[in-house]
C-alpha cells in the first residue's frame, strides 16, 4: 500500500516560471491538504480540496498560486510566476473520507526559485 | 481566529534528561492530534487524543489530553539522540473538522 507520493522531490525554477507540484493521496483517500514550510518555521495550511471541489483556500495567496485535484489523476498545486520567496517545501496530505482525521504526510517538494 | 500554541518552540537536552511541550488551543477541541517531523523529513503522526483528561503512552511518550479539551502535552521519558525531531500538535477547525489547525511546532535537539 503505497504512501502518499509527491514529484518532483525538488524543483528548481527561475524568477517568472512557472511551478507545478504533484500529489497522489494514498489509496481510498478523498481528501487532500497542501502545506508550505519555511525552513526552521512551522507548517502552513493552503488549501484543502476533495475531489474536484476545493474545501477551503484560505492560506492560499490570492494571486498565482492554484490547485485542483481532478476526478482522474493526482492533485496539483500551481505556482505561476515564481519568485524567490516562493522557495519553500510544499507538503501534501490525504485522508480517508470518513474516520479518523489523521494526515499522511508526502515527502514533499523542495522548491528552489533562483 | 482559532489559534493552537505550543511552547516551547526550542528545547535543548542532555540524551537521557526528560522533555516536555504544551500545546494550547483557543478554543475546545473534539480530538488533538501529534506529528514528529525529523530534520529534513515530512511530519508523521504519533497519536489521536479524543477524551476529556485522556493519557496515552507509546513506550517513552506520554501524551495527555486536558480536562476541558482545550491543551495538551507531550512527555518524552529519558531522550535517545532518535528523539531529535519538531513535535507539532494540531486540532480540528472549528466547523469543519477535516482542516487541521497546527501549532508551530516544539523543536527538539538531543546531546548525546
Known amino acids: 500500500n503505497a504512501g502518499v507520493m509527491q514529484n518532483p522531490r525538488h524543483l528548481v525554477r527561475r524568477r517568472g516560471q512557472e511551478a507545478r507540484l504533484r500529489c497522489s493521496p494514498m489509496k481510498g483517500h478523498s481528501h487532500v491538504y497542501w502545506y508550505r514550510q519555511l525552513p526552521e518555521e512551522g507548517l502552513k495550511f493552503m488549501v484543502y480540496?476533495?475531489?474536484?471541489?476545493?474545501?477551503?483556500e484560505s492560506g492560499m495567496p490570492k494571486e498565482r498560486f492554484s490547485a485542483e485535484f481532478p476526478k482522474e489523476g493526482p492533485s496539483i498545486l500551481r505556482i505561476q510566476q515564481v519568485v524567490r520567496g516562493d522557495s519553500a517545501a510544499y507538503f501534501c496530505?490525504?485522508?480517508?473520507?470518513?474516520?479518523?482525521?489523521?494526515?499522511?504526510f508526502g515527502p514533499g517538494t523542495r522548491l528552489t526559485v533562483l | 481566529g482559532q489559534q493552537v500554541m505550543q511552547i516551547p518552540q526550542y528545547q535543548h537536552v542532555q540524551e537521557g534528561e526528560d522533555f516536555t511541550t504544551y500545546c494550547n488551543s483557543s478554543t475546545t477541541l473534539s480530538n488533538i492530534q501529534w506529528y514528529k517531523q525529523r530534520p529534513g523529513g515530512h511530519p508523521v503522526f504519533l497519536i489521536q487524543l479524543v477524551k476529556s483528561g485522556e493519557v496515552k503512552k507509546q513506550k517513552r511518550l506520554t501524551f495527555q489530553f486536558g480536562e476541558a479539551k482545550k491543551n495538551s502535552s507531550l512527555h518524552i521519558t529519558a531522550t535517545q539522540t532518535t528523539d531529535v525531531g519538531t513535535y507539532f500538535c494540531?486540532?480540528?477547525?472549528?466547523?469543519?473538522?477535516?482542516?487541521?489547525?497546527w501549532g508551530l511546532g516544539t523543536s527538539l535537539a538531543v546531546n548525546p
Open positions: 496530505a490525504s485522508s480517508p473520507p470518513a474516520g479518523l482525521d489523521e494526515q499522511f
Open positions: 494540531a486540532g480540528p477547525a472549528a466547523g469543519n473538522n477535516r482542516k487541521l489547525i
Open positions: 480540496l476533495q475531489k474536484e471541489n476545493i474545501i477551503d
